[in-house]
């Protein structure tokens, strides 16, 4: 199974998280991944296949307000790799799913990075987008996991509640982030 070369945009820019301008051409930005190789693998005709599994790029320590947006956008994108390949999450990524405490953003969340921001209504915000969102992850993960494909694409891709969960918890990461340098 492959899914279409945008998703690998995605994934190329979300590891990135930079200002570069984004290339339109799409093999060009395929090949050019900063990311592990492995990762993903473009065949002669256009096809991107996944050769290692998801959570092992998504599992990353969070330190900063970016690297929760950019691990954020990762777990969309393993939702979506799931769902358009045909393939059930692991068990870890499962796991993670339905714990959000077990989740890299709720780690960075309590760990000693964002100390000085926990008595801030944005603090309580993130938290609270988080646990959200998490329930949201948890249905489409049930339905990957049932073999509900294309169900859980047509969640995943839907304005309201997912897309909508997944840019409120973005833009209360980034107001927390901007809370903190005022």
């Not at 570069?20 to 065949?43: G, H, K, M, Y």
């Amino acid at each position: 199974m492959s899914y279409k070369p945008q998703l690998a945009v995605l994934i190329f820019y979300a590891d990135r998280m930079d200002d570069a301008a984004i290339p339109t051409d799409e093999r060009t930005c395929i090949q050019n991944l900063s990311f592990p190789a492995n990762v993903l693998q473009l065949s002669s005709d256009n096809e991107v296949s996944r050769i290692m599994p998801a959570e092992s790029y998504i599992a990353k320590t969070v330190e900063n307000a970016r690297d929760a947006i950019a691990c954020h956008v990762r777990w969309k994108i393993a939702l979506v790799l799931a769902a358009r390949m045909h393939e059930p999450l692991s068990e870890r990524a499962t796991r993670s799913i339905h714990h959000p405490e077990e989740c890299s953003i709720r780690k960075w969340l309590m760990s000693e990075h964002t100390q000085q921001q926990r008595g801030r209504p944005e603090y309580r915000a993130v938290l609270n987008q988080h646990t959200a969102f998490h329930g949201l992850m948890r249905a489409i993960a049930k339905l990957i996991n049932r073999g509900e494909y294309e169900k859980a694409e047509e969640l995943i891709n839907a304005a309201d509640p997912f897309q909508n969960a997944s840019i409120a918890l973005a833009n209360a990461i980034m107001a927390l982030d901007r809370s903190t340098v005022s």
